[in-house]
C-alpha cells in the first residue's frame, strides 16, 4: 500500500517532469548557449573592461608566482623577515585573483582558462634565474608592483569611460593594496644614508 504522503510526493514529481518537459526547448537552448550573464553594460563595455580586467588577472598571477619563487628561494641575513613579507605579499594577490575573475564573469565576459592563457597575456616579466640576490628580489618585486598599480589605474580609467562603477571601486581598494606593498618593498630595499 502506498502512504497519502508518498503518493503526493510521486504525483508532485510526475508533475515536475511535465513542467521540464514542457521547457525542454528552453533548457537545451541554455544548455547550449554560450556562457552569457545578463547585464546593462553594453557589449563594448562588457569587451573593453574584460579585455583589461584578464590582464589585470595574468599579471597577478604571474607576480603571485614570482613573489612565491622569492619567498621560496630567500636567503641571507634578514631571510625571515623577508620570506614572512613575502608570504604575505603573495597572499594578497591570490587574495585578488577570484574577485578579479568574478567581476568578468559578473559583467558578462569570459576569463582565463588556462596557465598557457596566462603565458600569453601576462605582462610581468618571469625570473627563472637560479640564483637572485635578496635585494635585487625585493627592487624587481616593488617595480613590478608599480607597474601593476599603474595598469590598475588605466583599467580604472576604462571602467569609468563604461561607467561601471562596481569594477572600479574593487580596483581602488587594490590599487592601494599594491601601493603598500610597493612602499614595503622599496623601504626594505633602502640603504642607510
Known sequence: MISPTKNAMNKSDSNTNRSNLKNKPELLRRRDAPLETRTDLKPAATRDISGAMNAILADVFALYIKTKNFHWHMSGPHFRDYHLLLDEHADQ?????????ERVRKIGGLTLRSIGQIARIQRVLDNDAEYVEPL?????LADDNKNLTMRLRQTHNVCDKHRDVATA?????????????????FEATRRRN
Open 169 to 185: 571601486s574593487l580596483i581602488e581598494v587594490w590599487i592601494d593594496e599594491t601601493e603598500r606593498r610597493t612602499w614595503f618593498l
Open 136 to 140: 635585487d628580489m625585493l627592487a624587481e
Open 93 to 101: 594577490l591570490f587574495a585578488m585573483t577570484d574577485p578579479v575573475a
